[in-house]
């Protein structure tokens, strides 16, 4: 058992000294792009100012004959481009694969000083992250990093999902946690075939009218209502990331031209506590920044309840609905997020503030 004391040495002698809280980096998109299909890498410039972070991805959807073309085109392409204030992420793949220990050591060797966040598939238990942690701290010291790369894992398989306390609690280089729907069907044996989103037979049905002689209840039209199929896992997470001080995220919405139904998994998640989701085309990048960015009037309702608190005690109505405590820190948290993301991005600042003069 590691005592509360180590939790913040390093792991390696000469690795850098991991951090104490997770920094909160606007990322409400996290964009996959396969670094090894030259027309994608190519986009990299044009892509990085519009989007939170850039992930090179080197797992599924990387044909297993272009791993290290993939792997070979992320180092270039954190060579060649000065990506501004977006952050720089990878997906690995998954530490049972051949290709994992090569992954981590090339990259973090080659381009550690470029790379924010490590994002480990499959993640079962706080053992897969002790792994990780421990190789990464080795592979900083070699390189003379000066700052932890940080890890993310993906709550894609039963036992993660089992274990998803202990796994975001175990490392301080824990940044957060995504959902991967797909992955997870498949571990949990679900009989769905798609990438996140609903299912047209996930539903409830409204109880039959009482029959008052000719009839019977099954000739009757009832209504029905879709459910969330991810409602339980997403609740986990965000729990699991709260509790340790971490973020969690949605992750794939594989319907790329429902645009729609993408609009509404992301919402979901957004208001259950999550940060932000994968951009897997760009035509899903604006969705995830207009979702997982709190709307101009929520922020102004936000500010003004702030403001009529004082200094967050007591009771008092604003509108006819009554304000506490609670609602406080709720609008602080509102208010707080939507700081942080303007502060990255002038066209929110903008609505910020025409909603504030708007609500005076
Ligand atoms: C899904 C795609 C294969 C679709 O690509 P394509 O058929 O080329 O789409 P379009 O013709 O509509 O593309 C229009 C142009 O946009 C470029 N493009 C497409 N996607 C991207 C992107 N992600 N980044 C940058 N540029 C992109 C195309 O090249 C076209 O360019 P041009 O010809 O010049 O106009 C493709 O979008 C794709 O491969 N996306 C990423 C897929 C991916 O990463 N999947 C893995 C993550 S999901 C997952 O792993 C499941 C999860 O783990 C779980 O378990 O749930
Ligand atoms: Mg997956």
Redesign the pocket.
């Known amino acids: 058992m590691r005592s509360a004391k180590d939790f913040f040495r390093p792991l390696a002698v000469g690795a850098p000294a991991p951090l104490r809280e997770v920094p909160f980096r606007p990322s409400r998109m996290i ?4 670094p090894g299909n030259a ?2 890498a190519a ?1 990299v410039p044009a ?1 990085a100012p519009t989007v939170d972070v850039l992930l090179g ?1 080197l ?3 990387v044909p297993t004959d272009r791993k290290e073309a993939a792997r070979a085109g992320l180092v270039a392409v954190a060579r060649a481009h000065d990506l501004g204030g977006t952050q720089l992420w990878t997906r690995v793949n998954s530490l049972d694969s051949p290709w994992a220990l090569d992954d981590l050591v090339t990259l973090v060797t080659e381009i550690g000083d470029r790379l924010d966040v490590v994002m480990v ?1 499959k993640v079962e238990g706080p053992q897969d992250i002790h792994y990780v942690d421990r190789l990464l701290a080795q592979l900083e010291a070699r390189a003379g990093l000066d700052r932890p790369v940080l890890v993310h894992a ?1 709550l ?1 398989t039963a036992a993660g999902v089992a274990n998803v306390e202990a796994i975001a609690g175990a490392s301080p280089r824990m940044q957060g946690i995504s959902l ?5 069907a498949a571990s949990r044996r679900m009989k769905t075939t798609r ?2 989103g609903g299912h047209p037979g996930y539903l409830v049905r409204e109880d039959p009218p009482p029959t008052s002689g000719g009839g019977t209840p099954g000739d009757m039209p009832r209504v029905t209502y879709q459910q969330d199929l991810w409602h339980y896992t997403i609740a986990r997470m965000v729990d699991a990331c709260a509790a340790h001080g971490i973020l969690p995220y949605y ?2 919405f ?1 319907d ?1 031209q429902d645009v729609t139904a993408c609009e509404d998994q992301f919402r979901n998640a957004f208001l259950l506590g999550c940060v932000g989701a ?6 899903q990048i604006d969705i995830a920044k207009r979702v997982f960015s709190p709307a101009p009037q929520d922020v102004a309702w936000a500010e003004r309840v702030i403001e009529a608190m004082g200094d967050g005690t007591g009771a008092v109505m604003i509108d006819g609905k009554m304000q506490d405590d609670a609602t406080y820190k709720q609008c602080r948290v509102v208010a707080e997020l939507a700081a942080a993301l303007a502060a990255r991005d002038p066209e929110l600042a903008a609505s910020y503030a025409a909603a504030r003069k708007a609500a005076l």
């Open positions: 964009h996959f792009f396969d027309k994608m986009k892509l991805n797992e599924d959807a598939p993906i894609e991967g729907p797909a992955d997870l990438v996140g992750g794939p594989g790329i994968w951009t897997l085309h760009p035509v």
